[in-house]
């Protein structure tokens, strides 16, 4: 069965700071892997996706992801964190078969 | 476009009351979900749709829960009769199939907040 691991429920990070957003996938091909974020009050965003070719897929709001297959994981990073990026973020998965299936999510938290 | 539009943004009513959820998805679209979001749960997906014909609704909780797509550009989530437990936000999302006729980008609405007293 396709599954999405998010091992961190709650991050904290300095404003400034770099960020590594965790997820690893269970899946016996090549999946569709995704990344939302979601603003309190807010629906679900889109920041990237990846499907194939480069491992490494660049985003919206400066951020960007590596698929490693080796590791069954797609983390989430960011060079620099704003106070803006305090969200929850999810990371999900396309197996062909079903449509996403969502991590449980990791809440970021910024502090200045 | 406006987006994947919902409505009521908010929802109060009292247990055993019937409520229904609405959603526009964006014009071309061709598949909608439901999904509902829980502090202990996250979030589940309910039910979908592809061409207004439901293709999964195994994530539907119970008999009390129904859903309908009678044209592309509408689509409910009827509770009746609400419970408390059944208290959280419901999301109605939209896509249009990518390559390999999979499912692409997902796009939210602003999710519809119902609260059962």
């Known amino acids: 069965a396709q599954s999405v691991t998010q091992p961190d429920i709650h991050i904290t990070v300095s404003e400034g700071a770099s960020l590594e957003l965790r997820c690893n996938y269970s899946y016996g091909a090549t999946p569709y892997l995704f990344w939302y974020v979601q603003s309190p009050g807010q629906g679900l965003q889109l920041l990237l996706k990846?499907?194939?070719?480069?491992?490494l897929v660049q985003g919206i709001k400066g951020f960007e992801a590596e698929f490693k297959r080796s590791q069954s994981s797609f983390n989430l990073r960011k060079p620099s964190v704003h106070w803006s990026d305090a969200a929850e973020y999810f990371c999900?998965?396309?197996?062909?078969?079903?449509?996403?299936?969502f991590g449980k999510g990791t809440r970021l938290s910024v502090i200045a | 476009d406006a987006g994947v539009i919902q409505s009521p943004r908010h929802e109060v009513t009292e247990m055993g009351q019937e409520v229904t959820l609405r959603c526009k998805p964006i014009s071309g679209h061709d598949y909608l979900f439901w999904y509902r979001q829980t502090m202990m749960r996250g979030l589940e997906l309910l039910i979908y749709?592809?061409?207004?014909?439901?293709?999964?609704d195994s994530g539907m909780p119970e008999d009390r829960f129904s859903a309908k797509m009678p044209n592309a550009s509408f689509s409910t989530l009827k509770i009746q009769p609400s419970e408390p437990r059944d208290s959280a936000v419901y999301f109605c999302?939209?896509?249009?199939?990518?390559?390999?006729?999979?499912?692409?980008?997902?796009?939210f609405g602003p999710g519809t907040r119902l609260t059962v007293l």
């Open positions: 999900a998965l396309d197996g062909g078969n079903t449509p996403l299936v």
């Open positions: 999302a939209s896509s249009t199939p990518g390559n390999l006729a999979r499912t692409d980008t997902q796009y």
């Open positions: 990846y499907f194939s070719g480069d491992t």
């Open positions: 749709f592809n061409n207004n014909v439901p293709i999964d």
